[in-house]
């Protein structure tokens, strides 16, 4: 009979030939997509520890050497240096797959590698199993890494250094060059590289995020290239119990040609998995606070004052749809303290004799209530908030309360209450937790309340929760869940700081912007809170009412709204003394973006044109404007500067284009009709809205100077032969929801619609006419002929004493007098002078005379 030392080593002799064609197997398989698409060929090979992936002609992007990283017990674990346990084919939807197992030597875990095909690349998903009788303490899982310092390499194109990093950091979103920021670079849940030279693109991207924060990080010189890249999972400390298994969010990887449609793809798949329900239009509402101090009430009481407001807003804003009024949150919790979600500031309310009384108030002038609320914490000073909750508090992982000082300025000289508050976090895992706060938003429910800010939606990494098999996002989704549950579908729930993919499907909207539009109140007697002291609103802070970051953060944002969920830019606020130009960028983006619109000026005293101004983003559309230039003009040098607003109606379509110069100095824009979209062999009429400008008819391209720290807005149509809209004055939009329907009758040359507004509402419709018609019947016009190159604009006033009034105008065909006058150029045709201007042309314009 064998003994047990024999046995042993006849097994390790017929199993190590296993082992090596294990790894043999592992190095030399291949997998190609099943089908060809209209992405990029690629192609995935093994080797010891890693894989290999790039497209097959590999000169363009690829990977060589990427593997995987993970820390254990406080010290970091790499595929380089596990064994290969086992490797096998798989079968998918879209192709072969691969199930690659390794052991890390050291301690009792496997780590096991799932490849499979998708519609548009590779899916990796990773799993850790703990396989030993201890627990191990996860962290800083990096699903795939790569390091030139170890083998590892990542091409991107001939000139990396010029490559460009789409960084998804939120509310500070925008496009840089590798180059840039000592090479180092960051970005939530996707990593998106574009060579401009190959027209390539690189997306790896997380496509599940409900349970762990995902991110990306690369590092770049200009004599290495690109030295390491690493796409991680972070879910704080997580003890893998033995025999338990952890699994890592779904890593896609694909080669794509069109950076914008790589952004496209990739939310189209979280989309299809949350499936969010949304409204059909974003919703409206008041906050009146910017112009108000209601904390110190110098004008009034802050309830009174409010009603005052808002008795002001549906008067001068009646006929249009606005249904929620956001309270002040200082006012309305009791001190102004957050956790007082029960108890209010009573001595605000005496107007209406208490806070509910208020919120019955605002239902007779059709509003709904919208609070701030902080859902995952609490000021420990908020009355008996704290002692409720001792068992449920979220703990360390010594199993100490977590709890910080709130210093909300950030300001060491700032002395006011909330600043001198102490922050302690909920454990979302804790059935108390649930209960208490299913308590507070029954009763804010039963009193009225149908709009949230829920704000501060971070959990700290390093806390140990009651449920030790959830990760703290898992805890936070299971608080919005329970606060959706318990405020009903009805309701309206919007995220700000910390919000991220993994809340779709349970919120409404989020906000892709800072704290643009808020105002503070003065600092006072007891004031909670006060950020500028003497001043209520302020400008080029970088948070509150920065153009700069409110374009760029929109534009970056682009490719979520209405698939994650509806993007907010946050409030509106643009009345005297805020700059006209920074007014109009306030208005024109809010006038374009489908967000959210909560209006914070005081309409009891409004500037007439600052209301008139207000009314261009009335009503509200659903669409989001869609960035130009986002991966040309990019950081540090530049920033996305164009903004472009496709416009379908049921008479006919045309294009909105915004340009944006931050710059202290004039910015030459260039349409170029390629880029929008456009068909360059066909004419354009091009007028801007802010100057009010028919600019002309071009083919190809446009030029046109924008001034310093401004915007211009530009709407581009078809040169048609007969009149056509330029545009109105009554909607940013000029047209997509004011004119319904439009008709050029050609026998009867007759021009007919119908324009729609409030009762009460005056507006102008402004025409395009060719030089060879003029109208039968003027009354009622202005008509202004422009002689470079002798078209007519038409304006005709519409003042609606019903919603929808009609309009014509007749034309007839008419015979130019055949000579323009001496004084432009003596004995000249018509012809002539067109002629004429044509030669002063410069070099590149395009403007046609037809």
């Not at 496997?110 to 199993?129: A, H, M, Q, Y």
């Not at 952890?246 to 790589?262: G, H, M, R």
């Not at 050029?744 to 619609?753: C, E, H, K, V």
Request: overall charge neutral; aromatic content about 12%; some cysteine.
């Amino acid at each position: 009979m064998l003994n047990h030392t024999k046995v042993l080593w006849l097994l390790l002799i017929a199993v190590t030939p296993l082992l090596s064609e294990a790894q043999e197997r592992a190095a030399t398989v291949e997998i190609r997509p099943a089908a060809p698409s209209h992405f990029p060929d690629w192609k995935l090979d093994f080797r010891d520890g890693g894989f290999d992936l790039k497209t097959p002609d590999g000169q363009f992007i690829g990977l060589e050497g990427a593997n995987g990283s993970v820390e254990i017990n406080g010290k970091l674990f790499s595929l380089n240096n596990a064994r290969l346990v086992s490797s096998k084919e798989t079968s998918t939807a879209y192709g072969p797959g691969q199930r690659v197992e390794y052991a890390f030597p050291e301690i009792n875990c496997r780590w096991i590698w799932n490849f499979v095909p998708s519609r548009d690349g590779l899916e990796i998903l990773t799993t850790l199993k703990n396989t030993g009788r201890t627990v191990l303490t996860v962290e800083n899982w990096n699903v795939v890494s790569l390091s030139k310092a170890q083998g590892g390499r990542f091409t991107l194109g001939t000139d990396p250094g010029n490559g460009r990093f789409f960084r998804w950091h939120t509310w500070d979103m925008r496009v840089e060059l590798l180059n840039s920021d000592n090479g180092n670079h960051s970005s939530e849940n996707i990593c998106l590289l574009f060579d401009p030279s190959t027209k390539r693109s690189f997306m790896s991207a997380f496509t599940t995020m409900d349970r762990m924060r995902c991110s990306h990080s690369l590092r770049y010189s200009p004599g290495e290239g690109i030295e390491e890249y690493k796409a991680t999972c972070r879910f704080g400390k997580y003890d893998l119990r033995p025999k338990q298994e952890l699994v890592s969010e779904k890593l896609n990887i694909s080669f794509q040609t069109d950076p914008y449609k790589a952004l496209e793809n990739w939310v189209n798949v979280i989309y299809r998995d949350k499936k969010p329900v949304l409204a059909d239009l974003p919703p409206v509402g008041l906050s009146g606070a910017a112009w108000i101090d209601g904390w110190n009430e110098h004008e009034g009481g802050y309830a009174e004052v409010s009603i005052e407001n808002i008795k002001a807003f549906r008067n001068k804003l009646k006929g249009f749809d606005a249904d929620i009024f956001r309270i002040s949150t200082l006012n309305s919790l009791k001190d102004g303290i957050p956790g007082n979600w029960k108890k209010a500031n009573e001595r605000h309310f005496s107007f209406t004799n208490g806070y509910e009384n208020f919120i019955r108030e605002l239902d007779k002038y059709g509003f709904k209530a919208g609070v701030w609320v902080s859902p995952f914490w609490f000021a420990g000073e908020a009355d008996g908030v704290l002692e409720s909750n001792r068992k449920n508090l979220l703990r360390d992982r010594a199993g100490a309360v977590m709890s910080q000082r709130l210093n909300w300025s950030e300001n060491r000289d700032d002395t006011t209450r909330i600043s001198r508050l102490t922050k302690y976090w909920l454990d979302g895992t804790h059935p108390n937790t649930e209960a208490y706060l299913k308590d507070v938003f029954t009763y804010n429910r039963k009193i009225g309340v149908r709009f949230y800010m829920l704000d501060f939606l971070d959990v700290p990494g390093n806390s140990r929760l009651h449920d030790p098999s959830k990760t703290p996002l898992e805890a936070a989704g299971s608080i919005l869940k329970m606060i959706r549950k318990t405020a009903g579908d009805d309701t309206h729930l919007q995220t700000a700081v910390s919000s991220t993919p993994a809340y779709g499907g349970i919120i409404n909207a989020a906000r892709v912007g800072r704290d643009y539009g808020e105002s503070r109140p003065l600092q006072g007697q007891g004031t909670p809170l006060s950020d500028w002291g003497n001043a209520m609103y302020v400008l080029n802070d970088h948070h509150y009412a920065n153009t700069h970051y409110l374009v760029q953060n929109a534009a970056a944002s682009y490719f979520t709204h209405r698939k994650l969920y509806i993007n907010d830019i946050n409030f509106f606020t643009i009345d005297k003394p805020v700059p006209l130009e920074h007014a109009r960028i306030t208005t024109t983006m809010f006038g374009l973006c489908g967000s959210p619109l909560l209006f914070d000026d005081d309409f009891r005293r409004i500037d007439s044109e600052r209301l008139r101004m207000a009314k261009l983003c009335l009503p509200r559309t659903k669409g989001w404007p869609t960035p130009v230039d986002l991966f040309d003009n990019v950081y540090p040098d530049n920033y996305s500067r164009y903004l472009k607003l496709p416009v379908l109606t049921s008479w006919g379509s045309y294009q909105l284009l915004a340009v944006f110069n931050h710059d202290d100095t004039a910015y030459s824009a260039e349409l170029d009709f390629a880029k929008l979209g456009l068909d360059t062999q066909k004419p354009y009429c091009i007028y801007e809205f802010w100057t009010e400008e028919y600019c002309g008819t071009y083919k190809e391209r446009f030029g046109y100077s924008i001034p310093p720290k401004s915007c211009r807005l530009f709407r581009i149509f078809e040169n048609r032969e007969h009149p056509w809209l330029l545009s109105t004055d009554m909607h940013i939009q000029q047209g997509a929801v004011e004119v319904k329907n439009l008709q050029w009758d050609p026998n009867r040359m007759r021009l007919s619609g119908t324009a729609t507004r409030p009762v009460g509402e005056t507006g102008n419709l402004f025409f395009l006419m060719p030089r060879k018609m003029r109208v039968v019947d003027n009354k009622g016009l202005w008509l202004l002929k422009e002689l470079e190159d002798y078209k007519v604009i038409i304006r005709k006033e519409i003042r609606f004493t019903k919603e929808e009034e009609d309009f014509e105008i007749f034309f007839e065909p008419w015979e130019e007098r055949k000579y323009v006058p001496g004084h432009l150029m003596r004995n000249a045709t018509v012809e002539e002078w067109l002629e004429h201007v044509r030669k002063q042309q410069k070099p590149g314009d395009t403007r046609i005379f037809d």
